[in-house]
């Protein structure tokens, strides 16, 4: 048997099953594996072929749908798709506490990228910075020749920016392209003007461009999001001082920080799985924003009023689109869509916001009154009485008794399940 190598040359040329095979052979995966592989459900591989390189196959995740959500006074379903237990159900149950007081009200600043152009070997980088903004105009008329198509839909370069940075490497001089990008994500659009701008740069300037991309802290595409719980929803001024408490931590800590905010994302990557978005542009610009002040913190805030009742407010960066990319590849994307009824990005990026606080929300409340495990624990349990091997027909059983006991292991379900099954057998 010959030696197993990834070196494969025209990898990406080879036919669909051709590539499959590649793999089959190298992970030794059996017969049952390789048509897991081949099974596909509401994305077709000619389609994913076309969205990514090298496909062998494709992954289905649970698509799910929040309810009770009441945004900008408008009823909405929110599809999600997540892998975790608790996270639906949790957003779900909070939404339903914020609609007493008029649910969550939003607002964004507009669909505004930054693409960044890096100009290094400056010997005069203040006076370079000087020249740049003295050829403003030129350069922003140079960006829109880029996409036509964008500027006629009220979009396009809008002003130009340009910063003078100490690096390791010594001072460079960094141009910032200021976009509005529409209800697109922007990459695609803001890249090109960034590639398009820069041989001017190195010409007023003598000096020499490398990076020319949009940047992912998208501090002028902010959504906001506000809401008042009113304390009877929640079980009291007691644990309305429990969760400021619960948010008072996170504020000056960033290890609690992190797993706060984290709790946020559970709620707008699961929106941003379901409609196709760049999930990693939107973690990236959170977690960068958080840090904003050189300090980690908190994306919400969440104080008590004069009336006793919870106030939850969220700002953070949202880079979101709906058109370009997968967003308009992927069939159940559009569907997720279409359930949410959004006709703008700007829209799109605040319903997620509203998530992102509602689910905070639900994480904080728990974390300040049973723990979190308690109701995790119950979804959780029903993932491993599957995994057991439990039928429809027990693991409800199953589950209950791994709770009541409060051993959620894969042991003790084998155990319960065979013991479930022998009882069922011998009725």
């Known amino acids: 048997m010959?030696?197993?190598?990834?070196?494969?040359?025209?990898?990406?040329?080879?036919?669909?099953?051709?590539?499959?095979?590649?793999?089959?052979?190298?992970a030794e995966l059996t017969e049952d594996e390789i048509a897991l592989l081949k099974k596909v459900g509401n994305l077709e591989l000619p389609i994913?072929?076309?969205?990514?390189?090298?496909?062998?196959?494709?992954?289905?995740?649970?698509?799910?749908?929040?309810?009770?959500?009441?945004?900008?006074g408008k009823d909405k379903l929110i599809p999600m798709v997540i892998e975790e237990p608790s996270v639906v159900a949790a957003a779900s149950n909070a939404a339903k506490w914020a609609r007493a007081k008029g649910g969550i009200l939003t607002s964004s600043t507009g669909p505004t990228m930054i693409g960044q152009i890096q100009l290094t070997n400056v010997r005069d980088p203040w006076n370079v910075k000087l020249k740049i903004l003295e050829h403003k105009s030129e350069l922003i008329r140079i960006a829109n020749e880029q996409d036509p198509t964008l500027?006629?839909?009220?979009?396009?370069?809008?002003?130009?920016?340009?910063r003078v940075i100490d690096t390791p490497r010594g001072p460079m001089v960094i141009t910032h392209i200021i976009v509005d990008v529409r209800d697109a994500m922007g990459a695609n659009a803001v890249n090109t003007m960034a590639e398009a701008i820069a041989p001017y740069i190195e010409d007023i300037s003598g000096g020499r461009v490398l990076l020319r991309i949009i940047s992912n802290l998208a501090d002028r595409r902010l959504?906001?999001?506000?809401?008042?719980?009113?304390?009877?929803?929640?079980?009291?001024?007691?644990?309305?001082?429990?969760?400021?408490?619960?948010?008072?931590?996170?504020?000056?800590?960033?290890?609690?920080?992190?797993?706060?905010?984290?709790?946020?994302?559970?709620?707008?990557?699961?929106?941003?799985?379901?409609?196709?978005?760049?999930?990693?542009?939107i973690e990236a610009g959170a977690h960068a924003y958080a840090s904003r002040s050189g300090k980690y913190s908190?994306?919400?805030?969440?104080?008590?009023?004069?009336e006793g009742d919870l106030v939850g407010s969220l700002e953070m960066p949202m880079a979101v689109g709906l058109v370009g990319g997968a967003v308009k590849t992927h069939p159940i994307a559009r569907i997720a869509l279409k359930i949410l009824g959004v006709k703008?990005?700007?829209?799109l990026g605040e319903i997620m916001g509203a998530v992102g606080l509602i689910q905070n929300l639900a994480a904080l409340k728990a974390l300040a009154t049973e723990g979190i495990q308690r109701g995790h624990m119950k979804l959780h349990a029903r993932n491993i009485a599957i995994m057991a091997g439990a039928t429809p027909d027990i693991v409800d059983l199953a589950v209950e008794k791994m709770v009541q006991e409060g051993k959620v292991r894969f042991d003790r379900a084998k155990e319960i399940v065979e013991e479930l099954k022998r009882m069922k057998s011998k009725v």
């Open 344 to 347: 703008t990005a700007d829209e």
């Open 223 to 281: 959504v906001r999001a506000r809401t008042i719980i009113d304390k009877n929803e929640i079980g009291g001024e007691d644990v309305v001082d429990r969760i400021v408490d619960a948010w008072a931590f996170a504020s000056a800590d960033p290890y609690r920080a992190a797993t706060h905010n984290k709790g946020i994302m559970n709620g707008i990557i699961a929106v941003a799985l379901a409609t196709a978005q760049d999930h990693r542009a």
């Open 298 to 306: 908190p994306l919400t805030v969440w104080e008590k009023n004069s």
């Open 2 to 26: 010959s030696e197993k190598t990834s070196r494969i040359q025209g990898f990406y040329k080879l036919p669909l099953e051709e590539r499959l095979k590649i793999v089959a052979e190298f």
């Open 151 to 162: 500027v006629s839909l009220g979009g396009g370069a809008k002003d130009i920016e340009v």
């Open 48 to 72: 994913a072929e076309r969205m990514i390189e090298n496909v062998v196959g494709t992954m289905a995740y649970p698509f799910a749908i929040a309810v009770n959500f009441l945004i900008n």
